[in-house]
């Protein structure tokens, strides 16, 4: 029996061509304009595992996603998903039946239903689309068990999305993203459209369906606080690279790369151990023209000399992966 994780992310490296157009460019006298929105990613998710993507606006986390999917060729790197390659052109026949064991969802549970759609045939069109029931009576049971399965009635089936408020509709997404039996989720930011107490009974929900499951998610927010009783990992990721993975306890008793620190003294103080909080300072700077050497040595208190030099490789201590020259120094 192969022993390699449900998802297999190498070397992933996304740049997309933001230039002008040709004619602009030769009489304005321009290059071309490159944006490096993600430089070698690795990471794996393990079946029944929560990785857990986070970072600033503009970090590269929905790019990851949609390279994840499918949804966006890479550059460069691979991603392995239950031993298939999602972008080897040889494997096209493959990724197909693939498809149905992976889902998304998005922040935006509007954007993302057909308002033209009633409900059931939202969540029945992936039934349909990977022939999953026999007939129609058998698509309506199941479509009725998946409305229960998130919280909702079956008789909501006959509405439509717009009847429905922000968080039955991330539930309906939810349905709809289940009913093709998936193992492995994709989450984009699924909770911050979300009022703050509609979050956590979708976060709860997400965490029943798992344990009742085993579903593997890669769960993408800008907020660890979220992630934290989600994630069996989390990734951190600056300026389209990862540079720190550990589990949430290790992160948040011992946060090793400065800034992980950041975005954690920038957490509210709930334990009330009276830890002040410390507003994130400087903003992420313009990935079209990034700085040298670690990206973030300009907003970064504790850089040195080699900081603006060299990129830091991520590199494990221990259980955890730090990116960070101090850490390596043993400085930190
Ligand atoms: N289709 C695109 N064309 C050009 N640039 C893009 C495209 N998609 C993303 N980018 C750029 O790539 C970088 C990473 O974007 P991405 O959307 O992955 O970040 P994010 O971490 O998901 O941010 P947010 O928290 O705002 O959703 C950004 O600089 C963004 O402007
Ligand atoms: S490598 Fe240097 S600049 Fe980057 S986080 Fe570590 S200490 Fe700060
Ligand atoms: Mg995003």
């Known amino acids: ?70 949804l966006l060729p890479p550059t460069s790197g691979t991603v ?57 009576a058998e698509i309506e049971h199941r479509v009725g068990e998946l409305l229960a399965l998130v919280g909702l009635d079956p008789s909501d089936g ?21 009913s093709s039996n998936p193992e492995f989720l994709v989450c984009d930011e699924p909770t911050s459209a979300l009022d703050v107490s509609v979050q956590a009974q979708i976060l709860n929900l997400m965490r029943d369906l798992q344990d009742r499951m085993g579903l593997a998610y890669l769960l993408i927010s800008h907020n660890l606080a979220v992630v934290r009783h989600m994630a ?19 992160l948040f008793a011992e946060p090793r790369h400065p800034y992980t620190r950041m975005l954690i003294d920038a957490l509210p103080d709930l334990a009330m151990s009276g830890r002040p909080r410390k507003p994130i300072e400087g903003e992420i700077p313009n990935p079209i023209s990034p700085p040298g050497g670690c990206a973030f040595h300009p907003r970064c208190p504790l850089a040195f000399a080699p900081c603006s030099a060299q990129v830091p490789p991520l590199r494990e201590h221990g259980a955890r992966s730090v990116a960070c020259h101090a850490v390596e120094a043993g400085r930190i």
């Open 80 to 136: 392995v998903i239950a031993g298939v390659d999602m972008w080897a052109p040889a494997e096209a026949a493959e990724r197909q039946k693939l498809r149905r064991r992976l889902q998304m969802i998005f922040q935006d549970p509007y954007a993302s239903l057909n308002p033209r759609w009633r409900v059931d045939r939202i969540i029945a069109d992936p039934i349909r689309a990977f022939g999953l029931a026999a007939d129609r």
């Open 158 to 178: 006959r509405k439509y999305p717009h009847e429905f408020s922000g968080g039955q509709r991330q539930r309906i997404c939810i349905a709809r993203a289940l």
């Open 232 to 250: 069996t990992r989390i990734g951190v990721m600056y300026l389209g690279r990862l540079v720190e993975v550990a589990s949430p306890a290790a």
């Open 1 to 70: 029996m192969s022993t390699a994780p449900l998802v297999e992310v190498k070397h992933l490296t996304r740049v997309f061509d933001v230039s002008k157009p040709w004619l602009n460019r030769l009489i304005e006298g321009e290059g071309r304009i490159h944006v490096q929105a993600v430089t070698d990613v690795s990471f794996t998710v393990g079946a029944g595992e929560t990785l857990a993507l986070v970072g600033e606006s503009g970090s590269g986390k929905s790019t990851v996603a949609r390279m994840v999917v499918g």
